[in-house]
């Protein structure tokens, strides 16, 4: 569709949101402004969307239809606008459908009127922060005028009126990648960093999930390029299918193929059978083996769209990663606050806790007042464990093991995956008590801990129902803590 004459278009905004910058206030702000008659329906009330209502406020030719949605709003419709939170199995999209309308979201309208030629796409279950921006922070050191966008924080609309042909490097969730189903552009770097088992409260099953993962290099052609990683069954059997030229990334060195691979302590790039020692991973500053594969992810993306090597490390060498996730926040009294919001699924909470964990267990009980005294201080396990949240239909057999064998205790927010955690913890030689807001659960693991042990939220569930998304429960993560000093 051509978006330039949109006067007087009858346009549903569904699911406005509250990221400043993210894809319902974006594109709401880029339909009024070019004419359009635009409504806005969300679930949540104008109590709760205030602060995205006041970014709106210039603007007279919106109408709010708030805490519901209304089926005459989506017979209407000619283009509905889907927030990267509502799922294709939307009873009312069915409705706009079946009435002719034109689904869009965010990067449906930048790829339709920017063309962009130089876009580097990551995707993937996780991992794909850390990555799009430690490729961010390279590309920005090789050329100017470098975007960021997508599931990042920030719409590609917010730029498109100035955009003028600049690589973008994009974190796209599998939501935000149904902006490619129109098949006319595939990205100059798609890169997809592992695929799990994710959003199945969403997804009828495994099978959608990984259909809308791969829209991130199913258009592309011969010339462009794709980087999977090796080591993931999932991504595996993507290689076969792909149309780009394929690079592989792998902690273990592998033969022949293109690709990013660890050799004798160092990053190896390999094209077309020419090898080249990129640096040492002693230049890399960030902890753990899944840090170490979203590492070569993004120096294999680097790599292949062409950027010098001495570029690509002192990228490297400077990177110190992303807020929110397994962030160093502060030490009190010898005790490490780390914050890892983001890891909302159950393997990404098994990853912090083998970064910083150590093998040892310890036993608690809870006194008439709720508060845990320890019984043991004198083992050797370090942290204590704020959990759980939202459920998405996933599986926490393994977290419990992981979880049993690193956690000194673990602190739990309400939800319904909590539920299916405290389930899969069977039994232990702890209480697993549950708080009900981030500043009791923050006291509660505060007064369980000795010198030398780590505080860490890594919820491994979603932020649906306590906090507004997982960014608001890091915030509230941050104020806790801040509020102990």
Same mark, same amino acid.
């Not at 608690?364 to 845990?372: H, I, Y």
């Given at each position: 569709?051509?978006?330039?004459?949109?006067?007087?278009?009858?346009?549903?905004?569904?699911?406005?949101?509250?990221?400043?910058?993210?894809?319902?206030?974006?594109?709401?702000?880029?339909?009024?402004?070019?004419?359009?008659?635009?409504?806005?329906?969300?679930?949540?009330?104008?109590?709760?969307?205030v602060p995205s209502l006041k970014q709106l406020a210039r603007f007279n030719n919106i109408t709010y239809v708030l805490g519901r949605h209304r089926e005459q709003d989506f017979k209407r419709a000619e283009i509905v606008f889907q927030n990267p939170s509502v799922p294709d199995t939307s009873p009312y999209l069915a409705i706009a459908r079946k009435a002719g309308a034109l689904i869009v979201n965010d990067w449906t309208v930048f790829l339709a009127m920017a063309h962009p030629e130089?876009?580097?796409?990551? %995707? !993937?279950?996780?991992?794909?922060?850390?990555?799009?921006?430690?490729?961010?922070?390279?590309?920005?050191?090789?050329?100017?005028?470098?975007?960021?966008? !997508?599931?990042?924080?920030?719409?590609?609309?917010?730029?498109?009126?100035?955009?003028?042909?600049?690589?973008?490097?994009?974190?796209?969730?599998?939501?935000?990648?149904?902006?490619?189903?129109?098949?006319?552009?595939?990205?100059?770097?798609?890169?997809?960093?592992?695929?799990?088992?994710?959003?199945?409260?969403?997804?009828?099953?495994?099978?959608?999930?990984?259909?809308?993962?791969?829209?991130?290099?199913?258009?592309?052609?011969?010339?462009?390029?794709?980087?999977?990683?090796?080591?993931?069954?999932?991504?595996?059997?993507?290689?076969?299918?792909?149309?780009? %030229?394929?690079?592989?990334?792998?902690?273990?060195?592998?033969?022949?193929?293109?690709?990013?691979?660890?050799?004798?302590?160092?990053?190896?790039?390999?094209?077309?059978?020419?090898?080249?020692?990129?640096?040492?991973?002693?230049?890399?500053?960030?902890?753990?083996?899944?840090?170490?594969?979203?590492?070569?992810?993004?120096?294999?993306?680097?790599?292949?769209?062409?950027?010098?090597?001495?570029?690509?490390?002192?990228?490297?060498?400077?990177?110190?990663?992303?807020?929110?996730?397994? @962030?160093?926040?502060?030490?009190?009294?010898?005790?490490?606050?780390?914050?890892?919001?983001?890891?909302?699924?159950?393997?990404?909470?098994?990853?912090?806790?083998?970064?910083?964990?150590?093998?040892?267990?310890?036993?608690?009980?809870?006194?008439?007042?709720?508060?845990?005294?320890?019984?043991?201080?004198?083992?050797?396990?370090?942290? /204590?464990?704020?959990?759980?949240?939202?459920?998405?239909?996933?599986?926490?057999?393994?977290?419990?093991?992981?979880?049993?064998?690193?956690?000194?205790?673990?602190?739990?927010?309400?939800?319904?995956?909590?539920?299916?955690?405290?389930?899969?913890?069977?039994?232990?030689?702890?209480?697993?008590?549950?708080?009900?807001?981030?500043?009791?659960?923050?006291?509660?693991?505060? @007064?369980?801990?000795?010198?030398?042990? /780590?505080?860490?939220?890594?919820?491994?569930?979603?932020?649906?129902?306590?906090?507004?998304?997982?960014?608001?429960? !890091?915030?509230?993560?941050?104020?806790?803590?801040?509020?102990? %000093?």
């Amino acid at each position: 569709m051509d978006f330039s004459d949109l006067k007087n278009k009858r346009v549903v905004i569904m699911g406005l949101g509250l990221y400043k910058e993210g894809s319902g206030v974006s594109a709401t702000r880029f339909f009024a402004s070019r004419e359009a008659s635009v409504l806005v329906t969300d679930l949540r009330g104008e109590d709760v969307l205030v602060p995205s209502l006041k970014q709106l406020a210039r603007f007279n030719n919106i109408t709010y239809v708030l805490g519901r949605h209304r089926e005459q709003d989506f017979k209407r419709a000619e283009i509905v606008f889907q927030n990267p939170s509502v799922p294709d199995t939307s009873p009312y999209l069915a409705i706009a459908r079946k009435a002719g309308a034109l689904i869009v979201n965010d990067w449906t309208v930048f790829l339709a009127m920017a063309h962009p030629e130089h876009l580097l796409a990551v %995707t !993937g279950t996780r991992g794909k922060s850390t990555t799009t921006t430690l490729l961010f922070e390279i590309m920005r050191r090789w050329k100017k005028g470098v975007r960021l966008a !997508g599931n990042i924080g920030v719409s590609p609309l917010t730029f498109l009126s100035a955009y003028r042909g600049e690589p973008v490097v994009a974190e796209l969730s599998s939501w935000l990648l149904r902006g490619f189903r129109s098949g006319q552009y595939g990205p100059a770097v798609a890169v997809v960093t592992n695929i799990m088992r994710d959003h199945l409260d969403k997804y009828p099953s495994m099978r959608e999930y990984i259909a809308d993962k791969s829209l991130v290099w199913q258009f592309q052609d011969r010339g462009q390029c794709v980087v999977l990683n090796r080591d993931n069954p999932g991504t595996r059997a993507m290689g076969g299918k792909v149309p780009g %030229t394929r690079f592989w990334f792998s902690l273990k060195p592998f033969a022949e193929e293109n690709g990013c691979f660890l050799r004798n302590g160092a990053v190896v790039f390999r094209r077309e059978g020419k090898e080249d020692v990129l640096f040492k991973i002693s230049d890399w500053r960030l902890s753990g083996e899944h840090n170490l594969e979203n590492l070569l992810a993004a120096v294999c993306a680097a790599s292949a769209y062409g950027v010098p090597k001495n570029i690509i490390r002192a990228g490297v060498r400077a990177f110190r990663g992303v807020p929110n996730r397994l @962030e160093l926040i502060c030490t009190l009294r010898g005790v490490r606050f780390y914050n890892d919001t983001t890891a909302t699924t159950p393997e990404a909470a098994i990853a912090a806790l083998r970064t910083l964990g150590q093998v040892s267990g310890v036993r608690f009980q809870v006194s008439v007042n709720q508060k845990l005294k320890t019984q043991n201080s004198n083992l050797k396990s370090k942290i /204590i464990l704020i959990a759980g949240g939202a459920d998405k239909k996933l599986e926490y057999a393994e977290w419990a093991k992981v979880a049993k064998r690193y956690c000194k205790a673990i602190i739990f927010l309400p939800g319904t995956a909590t539920d299916k955690m405290k389930s899969a913890m069977k039994t232990t030689h702890y209480q697993l008590p549950t708080t009900h807001s981030m500043n009791a659960a923050v006291r509660a693991a505060r @007064e369980l801990a000795a010198k030398g042990d /780590i505080i860490l939220l890594s919820p491994g569930a979603a932020s649906f129902g306590l906090f507004k998304n997982e960014f608001d429960r !890091g915030d509230q993560f941050l104020k806790a803590v801040k509020r102990l %000093t």
